[in-house]
């Protein structure tokens, strides 16, 4: 765990910046295949946000603590500008710095999220991870015959996992503060609210076999940011990046390029 208030990152290529952030419960490990790629004609740079990966612990979350750790990091590294993508929780995490920040977004990209407030579904995986008993496990075997007699589903288990991390001593140890997500999990459901539309420039990728943008996120987006663009990848469930890489890429690139 990162005790100290220092955000994970990891940088691919050289050009003009765009910085990826994950969703909850991931990591910038979820995206280095996608950042690879897009690398070829950009400086892509992933992050860990708070709580999440290595990035540093806290018991205060929520998309307004968020934003700032974005700023500060460009601050860090000196980026004046960046283009933003940011997938589900990172996709709030972005639209609250817009509220912001936004003269130093090039362009905005959110993958599979809305403004609004979502009604939550995570509680059982929640469960799951607080109760798993960390110390009687000796191997990832085990855990994940544990995660898959609570939570039944393959995909999922083998996500989250990628949280288990183990210490020669210690033993298993979660990489994300669970604790603290399941705290502050009203926070993470929040609506981003705004006060004025945001009038410039924004894309919206929607993943077909999502629920996360519905009508009712629909018209908030229609209201909210009046000149977006909404692309729908119609074989996607919510894990875009995972399900159709190549299809997002180039969504990704076009939007870029113009």
């Known amino acids: 765990m990162n005790k100290s208030k ?13 910085i ?7 990591m910038l490990d979820n995206w280095q295949s996608f950042a690879r790629k897009l690398s070829e004609n950009y400086q892509v740079i992933l992050l860990d946000q708070r709580n999440h990966g290595k990035s540093f612990h806290s ?10 750790d974005l700023k500060a990091f460009m601050d860090s590294q000196a980026i004046d500008q960046a283009s933003l993508i940011g997938h589900s929780m990172g996709g709030k995490t972005i639209l609250a710095f817009l509220k912001h920040f936004r003269a130093q977004v090039s362009k905005p990209i959110i993958v599979d999220m809305s403004p609004k407030r979502h009604a939550g579904g995570h509680e059982e995986i929640f469960k799951a991870l607080l109760n798993l008993p960390l110390h009687e496990i000796n191997s990832r075997k085990e855990a994940t015959a544990w995660l898959m007699n609570a939570l039944n589903s393959e995909t999922l288990v083998l996500f989250l996992l990628k949280n288990l991390g183990r210490d020669p001593q210690k033993g298993f140890f979660w990489k994300a503060n669970i604790k603290s997500l399941w705290d502050n999990y009203n926070q993470i459901l929040e609506a981003i609210i705004r006060e004025t539309p945001y009038q410039e420039s924004i894309l919206f990728v929607k993943g077909g076999r999502s629920d996360y943008i519905d009508i009712t996120a629909e018209t908030l987006i229609n209201t909210d940011y009046p000149n977006h663009i909404m ?8 894990w875009i990046h995972a399900d159709k890489p190549e299809a997002l890429l180039e969504i990704v690139k076009e939007y870029l390029r113009n």
């Open 231 to 238: 692309k729908t990848i119609d074989d996607a469930g919510h």
């Open 59 to 68: 018991d205060e979350f929520n998309y307004e603590l968020l934003a700032f």
């Open 20 to 26: 990826i952030l994950h969703g909850l419960l991931g």
């Open 6 to 18: 220092t955000i994970n990152f990891k940088s691919f290529g050289e050009g003009e910046p765009v």
